[in-house]
Nanobody
């Protein structure tokens, strides 16, 4: 499975960005897709996930500001980021987890998000 992330960039605090993650296979065959981020000197952390059944999960730090969604026809998952803060600055990674026949996780190349104050 290949994941192609895009949409990062430089934005001022309070602004918005939308990240996209295009999968090389039907996302209906992926159990969970999500976004993680890693800031300099910090561990990679969960931002948001979306199950195949449509259940989202968000880190507390982004609840109410970020929305994860998907377009099955385009095999793409999105992360709409609003009210961005400087602490959202990080490299954002797309993730896919397939659980059958074995649990496998796939990562895309990161996309840089920089929020200036």
């Amino acid at each position: 499975v290949q994941l192609q992330a895009s949409g990062g960039g430089l934005v001022q605090a309070g602004g918005s960005l939308r990240l996209s993650c295009a999968a090389s296979i039907s996302i209906n065959s992926i159990n969970t897709m999500g976004w993680y981020r890693q800031a300099p000197g910090k561990q990679r952390e969960l931002v948001a996930t979306l199950t195949r059944g449509g259940t989202p999960n968000y880190a507390d730090s982004v609840k109410g500001r970020f929305t994860i969604s998907r377009d099955n026809a385009k095999n793409t998952v999105y992360l709409q980021m609003n009210s961005l803060k400087p602490e959202d600055t990080a490299v954002y990674y797309c993730n896919a987890v397939i659980m059958v026949p074995t649990v496998r996780a796939y990562w895309g190349e990161g996309t840089q998000v920089t929020v200036s104050s």
